[in-house]
């Protein structure tokens, strides 16, 4: 897949697999954490008792599951594209978490705040319109 | 307040760190163009093998502790978007580590990005 289409195509298809898994695997995360309580240790023996009550969470292995698919989706795409392409371009990711949070584990979230994640989203759209790669003398 | 400080600093120095050591193992591997699972099985082995994605594993581990106890105190509306000041992070690794050609207007979305993190605080309510 050496076409200029053909690399464009492969970089969208495992980007779009990052911008489901990430947010997917930060969402169960959240909810698996939340079940478990503040993250608080006062003593030694207190680290056994989180670590057993973070890994016997099936959504906590639901969430680690779906970032290990964003991870190797993240890990191939690298292989070819600039990190300072396929970063920015996955940034969609932030307000899907934003509208997951909201849906999802009903958080609340302000209009100043839909705004940041908006801003957030122009700010990346712009790196990502930069030349994808600037350290060889190939292109994607 | 602090540990919640200390905690974004790990998520994002360590995260980033750990993204840059990835991409410049995988780059050591070059372009992968065979998608069928045992292809990307002997990819995935193959980059197992460069000393770089071990440590770039390692420092996104510390980081991926990091998000876990943040998400615990916070709501992961917040917790994400403020992780994208690792678009700093990265761009100033980029530049150093990996020797990209980072451009104004590369910067400018940046600027962006630092922006709109701000406002996330900012609307935290």
Request: glycine share 12%; hydrophobic share 55%; net charge positive.
């Amino acid at each position: 897949m050496r076409s200029p289409l053909g690399l464009r195509f492969k970089t969208h298809l495992l980007i779009s697999l990052m911008i489901v898994f990430g947010p997917v695997g930060d969402v169960l995360l959240s909810k698996g954490m939340k079940r478990i309580g503040a993250v608080t240790i006062r003593a030694p023996a207190d680290l056994p008792r989180l670590f057993l009550g973070t890994f016997t969470s099936g959504m906590i292995w639901l969430g680690i599951g779906s970032l290990l698919l964003f991870f190797i989706a993240y890990m191939l795409v690298l292989s070819w594209a600039d990190y300072s392409y396929v970063q920015p371009a996955s940034s969609a990711a932030y307000g899907i978490v934003a509208l997951l949070g909201y849906l999802v584990l009903g958080e609340a979230i302000t209009p100043v705040r839909w705004a940041g994640v908006l801003v957030i989203c122009v700010g990346v759209y712009i790196v990502g319109h930069t030349p994808p790669r600037t350290t060889g003398s190939d292109s994607c | 307040m602090l540990s919640e400080l200390v905690f974004y600093c790990f998520i994002i120095v360590a995260g980033t760190a750990g993204e840059l050591c990835v991409t410049r193992a995988m780059k050591t591997i070059g372009e992968v163009t065979d998608f069928r699972p045992h292809a990307i099985v002997r990819v995935i082995g193959s980059a197992m093998r460069v000393p770089w994605m071990w440590i770039g594993i390692g420092l996104m581990t510390v980081g991926f502790f990091a998000l876990l106890a943040m998400l615990s105190l916070e709501n992961v509306s917040l917790v994400i978007p403020v992780t994208a000041l690792s678009y700093v992070a990265g761009t100033l690794g980029g530049e150093m580590f990996l020797g990209e050609q980072v451009t104004r207007q590369r910067w400018a979305g940046v600027a962006l990005v630092c922006l709109g993190v701000t406002l996330v605080f900012i609307g935290k309510g």
